[in-house]
C-alpha cells in the first residue's frame, strides 16, 4: 500500500492506559473441560430456539440442542459430550444475572464429537445455502453484541464496503490480537466468504496501531488478495466501536435511525469471520472461543479458547485467581464491561473477556462529587453529545430533555465518565434513564392496548345489548301481532276476550302453584340426599359434573374455613 | 468475600476537581510573584485574608445547608475564588475590603445559588463588582508599579497600612501614593496606565501625550506588562496541562485584540492599540483564569468561543466608551447572562444527527 | 381637564387592547385535547375499578369533573404527579381507601382445577381470558393488565395474581439488587496466601 489512505477522525475519544501485554504475550491455550457446563438457550440478540433435546439424552460434541424454530433464532451446539442433566433457570451472562432457562450438561469426559459436515466447494456455492451452513452453525457476532451473523448478511441493502473489526480499542482485552498472530489465513479465508455472500465488497481489515505484530500477520495473510486491505488506525478509544470505526474509515456517519447497510457498510468482526471460515470449512458450529483472562488478580494471564458454557469459576481456577477483598471480575473490559456476583454464570458467545484486576490497579470508584460544568466530558464524548447536559437532565428524570439531547445516541463507551474531574457515574445515569424511557414507552405501549381493548370490549357489550332489545322487541311485536290475529280471528266470548288481564293473573296463579310444588319436591330430595348421594350420584353424573361438584364443594369448604378463621380473629 | 458490584466504566482518570483546582493555584504563582515584585507585600496579606475568609465562609455555609464539609472543603474552589479576588483588587486596601468581597463571593453568589457546580456568575468576579461599585475609592487605589515608586512600604507598614490605613508614621494611602508619585513624577494623581489613560483622554490629551509619561514605557506600561507576561505563563502551563482548552483564551484575546487593531486603524489618536490593551490591566488573568472558570462559562467549544469573543468585545467597549477604567469584571458578569442561550444555540451535532439538537 | 384626558386615554386604550386581546384569544385559540382524553391518557388503563369507577375512562371523566385524582393505586405516585401537573391542581398522596401501590402482576390460572365457568371471562375488562363453557380457560399474560377483577368471581378460586417475573432486557440497571454470591472466606484466604 504505497499509496497513503484518507482516514478521518471521530470527535473527542480518549487514551487510557492499554495494558495489553499483560494477557498478548502467550499463545492462546486451552482449558481443559470442565465437569458441568450451563448453555443458555439464547446467547444471542432475539428469541430462543426450540430445544430438541431431553433431559438424560446423551449429547456428543458439536451436536444441535435447539433449532432456529418459528422465529428463526439461531441454535446453541453441546460443545462437549455429556448428558443433558437438566433445563434450569440459570443466571445469566447479563449485568443483572436474572435467571434464563438454560441446559445443564454433564460431561463425560470424552469429548466425543459427531462427524462435522462442511461445505464442499464453498465458492460454487450459492448465497443461501452458505447463509443456511451460517445460521445452522450458531454463528452470532464475537465482537461483543451477538447479533445472528446470517441475519446481519441478509441485509437487502447494497454493500459497498466490508469492514472486519480488528481494532480491539478496549484496554486489556487482546483476543482478536491473539486470533489475528495465530489464525491470519483461517480469518482471511472467512473474510472472502463474507465477501461472496454479499456481492464481492472491498474488505478493509482494520487495526488499531497498538498491535504491530497482528497488523504484520494480517497484511502477510491478505499478501494474494484483491479487494482485501489491512488499514491501520491510531490507537484511540474507542475506536472499534461500529459507528466509530466507520466514520474513521470512510468519513460517513451512520444515520441514527438507521444500520449501517443503510450507507452501504458492513462490518464484522474478526473473530466472526474465523467463525464463519471453520464452519463452512470444516463444518465446526460455534462451540468454543478466545477468551482474554487478565487482570493483576490472575496469577496466569493469557488467552484461551474456552467452550461456551463453560461457568466463570471454572476459569478463574485455571487462571490462579488471588482474591483481595472486594473483588471486582468483569465480563468484558475495564471500560464497557460489567461485573458479576455470581461465578456460576458462563462463558457465552458474546464474552471476550474476563477481567480480575486488583485494588490498586482499578481502583473503585470514588465518592461522587457536583458537577463543575467543566466540559471535558463533551471534549471526549465521540457521540458528540453533552454528556453534563444529560446528567442533569437524567437526574432531574426528565425524560423529554433527554430524547431532545438524542441520549439514544449515546453509545456508553465511558470517556466521559472516565475523564470526570467530579468521577459522576455519568454512564450509569445514562443506563437508568435510559432503562426508564424503554419502561415508560412499553408501559406507554400496553395502556394503548389495554384501552383498545376495553373499548373494544365495551362497544361488544353495548352492541350485544341492542342486538337482545332488538330481539325483544321484535318477539314482542311478534307476539302482539299474533295476539291480534288471533283476535281477529277467533269466535270468542266477549267477556273473555275484553278481559285479558283475569287470563293473565289466572296463568299466572297456576305457574306460582307449580313452582311451589316443585319446591316442595327439591326440599324433600335434599333430605335424602345426605343419606343417598354417596351411592346415587356418582354412577349418574358424568366426569365433568363430578369435577363440577368437587370443585363446588372445595370452594364451600374453603369459604367455611375462611369465615371460621375471620370468626376465630375477630 | 464477596463480590463487588459496580457500574462501568471501572477505570478512571484519577484526576479530580481538586487536582484540578491545585493546577490552577500553581499556575498562578508567577502571577502573583510579579505583582508581590511591583506592588509590594500588600497582596501578601491579602491572599492570606482572602483564604482564611474564604475557607471559614464555606464552612459556615455548607454547615448551614447541611453538606460534608471536608470533602467540599477539599476541592479548593473555595480557595481559587479567593485568590482571584485577592489579585483583582489594590494590594494595600483596607483589610475589611477582601472580608466583605470574600463573603459575598463565596456566601451570596456562590452557595445562595447552590454551591459549587450551580452559580450563575463567577463568584470572585461578582464579588470584584460589589466591592467596585460599592467603595470606588478603596478600589482604584493602585500603587503605582515599584518601578516608578521606588520604594514601596516595607512589610510593617504595609501592614499597618492594610489593617488600619496609616503607616506607622502616620501617612495615609494617599499621602503614600502622592509622595511617592510626586518624588519621582509629576504630582499627578494616577491609579493604573489604564486609569491614567482614561483620565488623560479625557481631559482632551491626544493618545500619543497621553502615553508620553514613564510609566508607558514598553510595550503597555510599567509592571503592568510583566504582571500580565506572568499570567500568560501562567495560563500556557494550563493549556499545556489540559486543564482548560485554548477556546476561552483565543476567543477573548481574539476578539480584543481584533477590536484594539480596528480602533487604532479608525482612530489612532485617541484609542490605544493592540499592545496597550492585551497586556494592560486583567486581560491575561482574565483570559486564562477568570473567563475559564468552567462552572460559569459556556460548554460546549462552539459556545467557548462565542462566549470568550463576548467577554473581549464588551471589555474593549467598557474599557473605551465606559465609565471604568477597566471592565474584566463586568464583561464577564454580562456573558455569564448569556451562557445559558449560547449554550442551547451551539449545542454540537450528534453523531449520525443531520441538524444540531437547537433546532429541534 | 388634564385628568379627564389622560383617564379618557387609558379608557380607550384599554378598550382597544381588550378588543385586540380578546380577538386574539378567539383567533389564535389552540386547540388542544379535550381534557377527558388527557386524563385517560396518563391513567394505567388497568381497568381495575378499585377507584370506584368502572374502568378507566370514566374515572377521567369524574377527574375532569372534580373528583380527587389520588384514588388510582395501580398507577401510583406517578401518575398522582402527572395529573396533578397536567390540571395544576395539589399531587394528594394515594387514597388508601382504594388501595396500595403494588408491584406489577398477572393473573394465571391453575388449568387442571378450572370448571369453565366463564365467570371470570365476564369479569375481565381487557378480554384478556380465552376459554369457553365447560372448557378450561387460560390468561393471556401480555394483554393482562393485573387489575385483579377476575380473582372475585371464580367460584373455584383457582386465580392466582402472580408477580411478573423481570426479564434481562426489561433491567432497570438497580445494581443493588443484584444478588452476590458469597465465597467461602477460608478458600478466599488460603488463595491469597499463594499469591
Known sequence: ?570 | MSFFIASSPHHHQRRTTQDLMRIVLLAMVPGVLAQFYFFGWGIAFQLTLAIATAILTETLCLIARERPIRQALQDYTAVVTAVLLAVSIPPLAPWWIIVVGTVFSIGVVKHLFGGVGHNVFNPAMAGYVLLLISFPVQMTSWMPAVNLAGAHPGFFDSLALFFTQYTSEGFSLNQVRLVEQSSMLDAVVMATPLDHLKTELARGFTLSEALNHPMFSGIAGMGWQWVNAAYLLGGLFLLQQRVITWHIPAGFLGALGFCAMLGAIIAPDTLPGINLHLFSGAAMLGAFFIATDPVSAATSNRGKLIYAALIGVLIYVIRTWGGYPDAVAFAVLLANLCVPVIDQYTRPRTYGHSTGGSSS | MSLVTGIIALVILAVIFGLILGFAAVRFRVDSDPIVEQIDEILPQTQCGQCGYPGCRPYAQAIADGDDLNKCPPGGQATIQKLADLLGREAKPLDEAHGVEDIKKVAVIREDECIGCTKCIQACPVDAIIGATRQMHTVIADECTGCDLCVEPCPVDCIDMVAVTPKPDRWRWDLDAIPVQVIDATTSAKESQHG
Not at chain 1, 470517556?415 to 426508564?436: F, G, Q, T
Open chain 1, 1 to 570: 500500500m504505497a499509496d497513503v489512505i484518507q482516514l478521518w477522525q471521530f470527535p473527542g475519544g480518549i487514551h487510557p492506559p492499554e495494558r495489553k501485554s499483560l494477557a498478548n504475550q502467550s499463545p492462546i491455550r486451552h482449558l481443559p473441560v470442565p465437569q458441568t457446563l450451563y448453555i443458555p438457550l439464547r446467547q444471542h440478540i432475539g428469541l430462543a430456539g426450540d430445544l430438541i433435546v431431553a433431559v438424560g439424552e446423551r449429547v456428543r460434541r458439536g451436536q444441535a440442542l435447539t433449532e432456529p424454530g418459528l422465529q428463526g433464532a439461531v441454535p446453541v451446539h453441546a460443545p462437549t459430550s455429556g448428558i443433558v442433566k437438566e433445563i434450569t433457570q440459570h443466571p445469566s451472562n447479563h449485568p443483572s444475572a436474572i435467571p434464563e432457562p438454560t441446559l445443564v450438561l454433564e460431561s463425560d469426559g470424552e469429548h466425543e464429537s459427531i462427524t462435522f459436515a462442511r461445505l464442499e466447494d464453498p465458492h460454487q456455492r450459492s448465497t443461501q445455502e452458505l447463509l443456511a451452513h451460517i445460521q445452522k452453525a450458531g454463528i452470532a457476532g464475537l465482537g461483543g453484541a451477538a447479533f445472528p451473523t446470517a441475519q446481519k448478511l441478509r441485509q437487502p441493502q447494497h454493500v459497498d464496503v466490508l469492514i472486519i473489526n480488528g481494532a480491539e480499542c478496549e484496554p486489556y482485552i487482546v483476543s482478536d490480537d491473539r486470533l489475528m498472530r495465530e489464525h491470519a489465513e483461517t480469518i482471511v479465508q472467512g473474510i472472502q466468504l463474507l465477501q461472496q455472500i454479499i456481492g464481492r465488497p472491498e474488505a478493509i481489515i482494520a487495526i488499531e496501531d497498538n498491535k504491530p505484530e497482528a497488523i504484520q500477520a494480517m497484511s502477510d495473510a491478505v499478501a494474494g488478495y484483491s479487494h482485501m486491505r489491512v488499514q491501520v488506525i491510531p490507537t484511540l478509544y474507542p475506536s472499534g466501536g461500529e459507528k466509530q470505526l466507520i466514520q474513521i474509515l470512510t468519513g460517513k456517519q451512520v444515520p441514527a435511525t438507521g444500520y449501517p447497510a443503510d450507507i452501504g457498510i458492513l462490518m464484522h468482526n474478526t473473530g466472526t469471520a474465523y467463525a464463519v471460515a471453520r464452519a463452512v470449512y470444516h463444518g465446526e458450529p460455534l462451540l468454543e472461543r478466545v477468551v482474554t483472562l487478565t487482570g493483576e488478580a490472575l496469577r496466569e494471564p493469557g488467552t484461551a479458547w474456552v467452550l461456551l458454557g463453560t461457568p466463570v469459576a471454572h476459569v478463574l481456577e485455571h487462571a490462579g485467581l488471588v482474591p483481595g477483598p472486594q473483588q471486582r471480575i468483569i465480563m468484558g473490559g475495564p471500560m464497557m464491561g460489567f461485573t458479576i456476583a455470581d461465578t456460576r454464570i458462563p462463558i457465552i458467545k458474546s464474552t471476550n473477556c474476563i477481567l480480575a484486576p486488583t485494588a490498586q490497579e482499578l481502583p473503585a470508584a470514588a465518592t461522587e462529587m457536583p458537577c463543575i460544568r467543566c466540559g471535558h466530558c463533551e471534549q471526549v464524548c465521540p457521540a458528540s453529545l453533552l454528556p453534563q447536559q444529560l446528567q442533569w437532565l437524567a437526574k432531574a428524570k426528565d425524560y423529554d430533555g433527554l430524547k431532545e439531547h438524542h441520549l439514544a445516541d449515546c453509545i456508553e463507551c465511558g470517556a466521559c465518565a472516565y475523564v470526570c474531574p467530579s468521577e459522576i457515574p455519568l454512564v450509569h445515569y445514562y443506563r437508568k434513564a435510559k432503562a426508564e424511557i424503554r419502561e415508560q414507552v412499553i408501559e406507554q405501549q400496553k395502556a394503548d392496548i389495554a384501552r383498545q381493548r376495553f373499548e373494544a370490549r365495551q362497544a361488544r357489550l353495548e352492541r350485544e345489548k341492542q342486538e337482545r332489545l332488538e330481539k325483544h322487541k321484535k318477539a314482542a311485536e311478534a307476539r302482539e301481532k299474533a295476539l291480534a290475529e288471533r283476535a281477529a280471528t277467533a269466535t270468542r266470548p266477549a267477556v273473555d276476550a275484553q278481559d285479558p288481564v283475569k287470563a293473565a293473573v289466572a296463568r299466572a296463579k297456576a305457574r306460582k302453584a307449580a313452582l311451589q310444588q316443585a319446591d316442595a319436591q327439591t326440599v324433600q330430595q335434599q333430605a335424602h340426599a345426605d343419606t343417598a348421594s354417596a351411592d346415587q350420584t356418582p354412577a349418574q353424573q358424568s366426569p365433568q359434573q363430578a369435577r363440577v361438584a368437587a370443585a363446588i364443594a372445595r370452594a364451600k369448604a374453603k369459604k367455611a374455613a375462611a369465615t371460621k378463621q375471620d370468626d376465630s380473629e375477630s
